[in-house]
T-cell receptor
Framework: AQSVTQLGSHVSVSEGALVLLRCNYSSSVPPYLFWYVQYPNQGLQLLLKYTTGATLVKGINGFEAEFKKSETSFHLTKPSAHMSDAAEYFCAVRGGYNKLIFGAGTRLAVHP | DVKVTQSSRYLVKRTGEKVFLECVQDMDHENMFWYRQDPGLGLRLIYFSYDVKMKEKGDIPEGYSVSREKKERFSLILESASTNQTSMYLC?????????????????FGPGTRLTVT
């Protein structure tokens, strides 16, 4: 069975600081992994995805994530936080047939 | 761009009412999904459909039903709304991926419907 654990339901960083949002997964099949972002009162928007190939994946808005099979991790990073990055972030893994399994989410706050 | 629209952004209903939430996608996707989102619980799958008139239960189908009469439209029905169904409801769509084929399973989401049952 597939599952996702996001460590830290709330993360707070200063503007300009490194953003690190943690995601660990469990999967019985080769994992496809996703990060989505949700701004207040909006739906989810895809930030980036890993399917096969290069393990360092670049996404929109300066975010990137690295797939580490040995650690079963897919952490999301951004070198320098911006106020506009404040949102909720969801990690997801390919679930059963054509489905995604989502983590509980991490709310990122960025303060001046 | 893929567009997924939901009929209402905000909805207030009374306990016991029958509630319809509508979702339409314009990218000819085979798969459509209904999730509910609650703080600390992430997204939980209610129902999904991989073809017209086909539906499968997700993780929390109790108290809900769905209808898919046309490929682009997927409706969520609360037969008799209860206060514990107050939540954010998100619709999503994706391309169908054959079991042994590649494909990213990427889902595209609508803006959500915030339902309050009083």
């Amino acid at each position: 069975a597939q599952s996702v654990t996001q460590l830290g339901s709330h993360v707070s960083v200063s503007e300009g600081a490194l953003v690190l949002l943690r995601c660990n997964y469990s999967s019985s099949v080769p994992p496809y992994l996703f990060w989505y972002v949700q701004y207040p009162n909006q739906g989810l928007q895809l930030l980036l995805k890993y399917t096969t190939g290069a393990t360092l994946v670049k996404g929109i808005n300066g975010f990137e994530a690295e797939f580490k099979k040995s650690e079963t991790s897919f952490h999301l990073t951004k070198p320098s936080a911006h106020m506009s990055d404040a949102a909720e972030y969801f990690c997801a893994v390919r679930g059963g047939y054509n489905k995604l399994i989502f983590g509980a989410g991490t709310r990122l706050a960025v303060h001046p | 761009d893929v567009k997924v629209t939901q009929s209402s952004r905000y909805l207030v209903k009374r306990t016991g009412e029958k509630v319809f939430l509508e979702c339409v996608q314009d990218m000819d996707h085979e798969n459509m999904f209904w999730y509910r989102q609650d703080p600390g619980l992430g997204l939980r799958l209610i129902y999904f459909s991989y073809d017209v008139k086909m539906k499968e239960k997700g993780d929390i189908p109790e108290g809900y039903s769905v209808s898919r009469e046309k490929k682009e439209r997927f409706s969520l029905i609360l037969e008799s709304a209860s206060t514990n169904q107050t939540s954010m409801y998100l619709c999503a769509s994706s391309l169908f991926v054959a079991r042994l084929a590649g494909g990213s399973h990427e889902q595209y989401f609508g803006p959500g419907t915030r339902l309050t049952v009083t």
